[in-house]
């Protein structure tokens, strides 16, 4: 019983090993001894297992600054272990093969005709490089539960089973996570909202999604419509049947294609722009509402398109905030832009797959 108590804690310092050099680069010995708690001598034989098993080598490393010799490394073989991911838009598909430590090995980009199916560009952006990663995941905008897309106002996709159609087309299995909550992913690992406990992000595209991480992990119920929350009761039609839903009363299908310009014209002056912009602020910070109530984060990111509408509206999101938020939920609460950009869903989905590749050594 003891031994197997014994294995169990080598596999977990491995994992947390992996996991540490993985996020934050190469790191001296003594760094990690640091870092992870673990005496020196603990590293050492971990270091040597999983350098010995290919995921790790040690190199040449910084200058100390004195006549000493530079320090040693240890730093991951990007090779060792590789994620295929890609994010599925309306009118493009993005692939990238992404290794051990979060170096980009290939990056392809395809644009879509109207009428293509995604997961046929998927199969040929990816080609045999999908089947050779460990794991696959993908980024799809909607709402999305184990796999299946429920509802994508961007992709007119509803009840669809997404993994499924992609491992018919490309012959391996695939993670399918929505679009915002990869970016979530993204920006916690890769960006600067590491620090946060409870991350929502919410990206404009064709449709308006949320999605919700929890220290930097997706979560099962984490996929949110935001577009689809009810900000104005009887209200006009949206299209997926309701009245009053947040896509309809701020005419995010428009602002998809003209949100430049209409925020340069506010910019310039222009008053009709101006008081859309503002209208516009006032329902997302409704609708932000009710997310914030019932989800309780510390940091919300405006991504896609509604980047721009944040930064031209941000008082009117705060204020219709404020008015349907309990004071000490909003208390905590961080809102800010993403610094990854249009990278995060890529970057994010490859980090999920890489959450699910340590995962499997603990």
Not at 118 to 134: F, S, W
Not at 180 to 190: F, N
Request: contains cysteine; proline residues 3%; hydrophobic residues 45%.
């Amino acid at each position: 019983m003891a031994r197997t108590g014994t294995e169990e804690l080598r596999r977990r310092n491995r994992a947390a090993l992996l996991e540490q050099l993985h996020r934050h680069g190469p790191q001296t010995r003594a760094e990690l001894t640091e870092a992870l708690g673990l005496n020196r001598s603990t590293i050492g034989a971990l270091a040597t297992d999983l350098a010995e098993s290919g995921h790790l080598q040690e190199t040449t490393g910084r200058s100390t600054g004195s006549a000493g010799r530079p320090s040693t490394l240890v730093e991951c073989v990007p090779k060792a272990a590789t994620v295929a991911a890609v994010e599925i838009r309306a009118r493009s598909v993005r692939f990238a093969l992404v290794g051990l430590g979060g170096e980009v090995l290939e990056r392809t980009e395809s644009g879509l005709d109207e009428d293509a199916d995604p997961m046929d560009a998927v199969a040929v952006i990816t080609g045999g490089t999908a089947a050779e990663a460990i794991e696959a995941v993908a980024a799809v905008p909607g709402l999305v539960d184990a796999g299946v897309v429920a509802h994508s106002t961007e992709l007119g996709w509803a009840g669809r089973d997404a993994s499924a159609d992609l491992e018919a087309a490309t012959g391996r299995e695939w993670r399918v996570v929505d679009t915002a909550t990869a970016a979530a992913v993204g920006e916690w690992s890769r960006g600067d909202a590491h620090e946060s406990t409870k991350l929502l992000y919410l990206h404009g595209g064709r449709g308006l999604t949320a999605g919700l991480v929890i220290e930097g992990r997706a979560q099962r119920g984490g996929s949110i419509q935001l577009g689809h929350i009810v900000v104005k009761p009887g209200g006009l039609e949206c299209a997926c049947g309701l009245l009053g839903c947040l896509e309809a009363e701020m005419e995010a299908f428009a602002y998809t294609e003209d949100i430049e310009h209409a925020t340069a014209a506010a910019g310039l002056g222009d008053a009709a722009a101006r008081d859309r912009l503002r209208r516009a602020g006032q329902d997302l910070g409704r609708a932000l509402g009710a997310v914030v109530t019932a989800t309780g984060p510390d940091e919300i990111l405006f991504g896609g398109w509604l980047r721009e509408l944040y930064l031209s509206a941000a008082a009117p999101v705060r204020s219709a905030l404020a008015e349907t938020t309990l004071p000490h939920l909003r208390s905590k609460l961080r809102l800010r832009t993403p610094v990854l950009g249009e990278e995060g869903p890529l970057i994010g989905a490859a980090e999920a797959g890489f959450a699910a590749v340590i995962d499997r050594m603990r």
